[in-house]
DNA sequence: GAATTATAATGACTGTAGTCGGTAACGCTA
DNA sequence: TAGCGTTACCGACTACAGTCATTATAATTC
């Protein structure tokens, strides 16, 4: 090494970790997720190859974390939506005005391309791209709350655990959007989710 | 060039392809599908890199080939299956054995792994990589006909077109084999299969 | 059968994700 | 303050998918 201006201050990891976030974040908008290398980065965060992998095991990792950071952004509040209905609406209909909304959200604001990506990456599971993950255990305790309303108030029946159903209920959320990645764009994500949700919720219906 | 053995044929591309499709087909069974380079390939094969490219537009066009063939090949005869139940069974017992049998089938005979890229690659949707869509279609007929059974003999409501019913089926089953990959090894395709079609059966059940 | 067009094949080259051996700075313990 | 372990960092290097200019051969047209 030619001992060149020895930034005196080593100990800025998290200075370089949030420039790499920082200038990838900025490429990403300017040319795509996928236009964009790794050493497009590093160059313009002014770091070596070798400091990107110190902070982040993989592009992958690197991507995942920023799609969960745009997920969350562009996220409706979905608690706050479904406290907006009238005390004696019934929950058939918020759930189905909820997986409606989800479905807006997922193809208006989030969009196919970084479903796309994140959908893929999932799939890989390439350490360090969890991320992703936390936004599902959010959906997921929103559809327990309401489905056990539902059962609580005598809509839906009582054979089936809170949990269990809870948990088909985000699984068809996800199903559809992966389904929505393979057909797009020969796919209404709303209409589906819809149609789906209304042979499922008469499932669980008294 | 350097007019080295000229092969006198020059017109046996059938037999490149096939010789490719062989050789793939052996280091892929050997060590796996990821760990094979298109360079190893090629050089089993001995060709050039160039001539691969003339065959197949990318790895993962061969890749899914591939897959197809293990995928029918290992897959049962759910035609065959269908037909072995007594005529008064139900749509609802035969459906719910036949998701069953899928299940089996995914999960036992065609493998995490092979499953895995298969889901990865029709993400991406590549160019020449649809062979895997045509399993999908069986499914779906299949399906249809059965659902279509089930409105005949009055078992199942009229309100939802046939059609529609056996497209969220069919989804179904792809989003809960996505859903399989990314929690793998921790979810039980089977169980949840059955548990997802006892839900969505109820709900066009009349 | 000469010219033209289309397809098969070559292999060096490019782009890019990820690796690795080496180094500098810091923290900790004696 | 010397020694030791850990973390941040460097950049040349590797591995690998895919490209391209070029050439050889077969099929088609005149």
Redesign the interface.
């Known amino acids: 090494m030619k001992t060149q201006k020895t930034e005196s201050r080593r100990r800025n990891a998290p200075e370089t970790r949030r420039k790499i976030y920082q200038c990838a974040d900025e490429l990403f908008r300017q040319y795509g997720f996928e236009k964009v290398s790794v050493d497009s980065i590093v160059e313009k965060a002014g770091i070596s190859k070798g400091a990107f992998y110190v902070h982040f095991p993989s592009k992958d990792s690197l991507m995942s974390a920023l799609i969960a950071e745009y997920v969350n952004k562009s996220d409706f509040n979905y608690r706050t939506f479904e406290k907006s209905f009238p005390d004696d609406t019934s929950v058939f209909h918020i759930l189905i005005a909820l997986v409606e909304k989800i479905a807006d959200n997922i193809a208006d604001n989030v969009g196919y391309n970084l479903i ?1 990506i994140a ?2 990456i ?4 390439k350490p360090g791209t969890d991320f992703l993950l936390d936004y599902n255990r959010d959906i997921y305790s929103l559809f327990r709350d309401l489905v056990n309303r539902g059962i609580q108030s005598g809509e839906f029946k009582t054979e ?1 655990p809170v949990d ?2 809870a948990d ?1 209920f985000v ?2 959320l ?3 959007t ?2 929505w ?2 057909r797009y764009p020969d796919f209404d994500l709303k209409k ?1 989710f819809r ?2 949700f ?7 219906k008294k």
Do not use: F, P, T
Request: charge should be neutral; proline fraction near 0%; aromatic fraction near 6%.
């Open positions: 796309k959908y893929r999932q799939i890989e599971r089936i269990v159903i088909h699984m068809a996800r199903g559809l992966y389904e990645c393979i589906q149609e789906h209304e042979i499922l919720l008469s499932g669980i």
